[in-house]
């Protein structure tokens, strides 16, 4: 599993639309970085490019840090553990593979769990969704789940299990099993996914 980085900001954005976190209007100001309330440390832009005034599809578009890690701090743990499930993030498609991993989408649960011995870092952190907003942080997801959420939002929020063979031959060619994948849609709607 790896650190996704900004291909998880299309699915952090769509989920933002979806708890209305972020309305389609919304606009932010891009100045290179972003500083947590009560801090002075600066979350800076890659390269540190300053992109303005941008929209929620021009932050996906031009990959801005700074917004992700404010979209990130407002979506809190909490909504981004409960909408980005969704996409299949944090647990397995279910391939016809062997030993599939799981990946990881954090949770306090998880954290408070992992670091138990740890008075400190137990505690779900604001620096820890800022950093989660940007694919980074605690999210370890496979390239497979990554692939299958971009399915999922390309297809218009219709989701199918991924298969690696679509059907098993006897030598004679005629058809022993054929995979086949039942679909379901999430409760995304078609305006938010767009």
């Not at 890690?69 to 593979?97: E, H, N, W, Y």
């Amino acid at each position: 599993t790896y650190p996704p980085g900004s291909t998880f900001k299309p699915f952090l954005a769509t989920a933002a639309l979806y708890t209305g976190v972020r309305t389609p209007g919304y606009r932010f100001n891009d100045v290179g970085y972003f500083v947590l309330p009560g801090s002075t440390h600066k979350f800076r832009n890659s390269g540190n490019e300053v992109l303005g005034n941008i929209g929620i599809v021009d932050a996906v578009a031009h990959s801005s840090d700074a917004f992700f890690f404010k979209l990130g701090l407002d979506m809190g743990v909490d909504r981004m553990d409960k909408t980005l499930p969704m996409f299949g993030l944090g647990s397995k498609t279910g391939i016809d593979l062997p030993q599939e991993n799981s990946g990881l989408l954090p949770s306090k649960e998880w954290k408070a769990k992992r670091f138990a011995k740890d008075p400190y870092q137990r505690s779900w952190l604001p620096a820890d969704s800022v950093t989660m907003g940007i694919g980074q942080g605690f999210n370890h997801y496979t390239p497979l789940q990554m692939a299958y959420a971009t399915t999922i939002l390309a297809n218009n929020g219709i989701v199918r299990k991924p298969h690696f063979l679509s059907k098993v031959l006897n030598k004679d060619g005629s058809t022993v099993f054929t995979y086949s994948s039942a679909e379901s849609k999430i409760p995304i709607s078609q305006a938010d996914l767009d």
